[in-house]
């Protein structure tokens, strides 16, 4: 009976390029994620932030997490379908968040064009609305076509 178990051998210089990557990657990923959260506040009516940490809005807190679910997806197909050589695909996750980004933006703006009424009006509303579920909804699938696309 043999025990004997076979690690292989070890690279250094590889882990450590691969750790650098990593914390490069999540630092971009990071900033697309707070570019998206700054459009989407821009585009609602008062602060997001504040609406959803501290006020509590329902209605703000379901499009601020369509939207983030949505960016996520975008971000780590980003990452995914980026270059495997780290400078280039640094490039490449920077310049396909930003367009996942904007994708996602124009379909919150064409949302509150195409449906009745004005739905940025109901971020404000201490009570939920079957409209921002809507919405978030949308901007989560409309972020995984997104995603798709990237790949």
């Known amino acids: 009976m043999n ?5 292989g051998t070890i ?3 590889n882990l450590a390029q691969n750790a650098v990557a990593i914390v490069l990657y999540f630092a971009i990923g990071v900033a697309i994620l707070g570019l998206g959260f700054v459009l989407i ?3 609602t009516p008062g602060n997001l932030r504040r609406q959803v940490f501290q006020e509590h809005r329902p209605n703000a807190v379901a499009v601020a997490v369509g939207m983030h679910l949505a960016l996520a ?3 780590a197909s980003s990452i995914f379908a980026s270059s495997s050589g780290l400078a280039q695909g640094l490039l490449d996750t920077v310049v396909y968040g930003v367009i996942g980004v904007l994708l996602q933006v124009a379909t919150l703006i064409v949302l509150e064009v195409a449906s009745p009424g004005r739905a940025r009006d109901l971020i404000k509303s201490p009570t939920l609305h079957p409209s921002a579920v809507a919405v978030a909804v949308t ?3 409309v972020g995984i076509v997104n995603a798709a696309a990237i790949s």
């Not at 025990?3 to 690690?7: D, K, R």
């Open 73 to 75: 997806i975008v971000v």
């Open 3 to 7: 025990l004997a178990v076979e690690f």
């Open 11 to 13: 690279h250094g210089s």
């Open 139 to 141: 901007l989560f699938a």
């Open 41 to 43: 506040d821009i585009l």
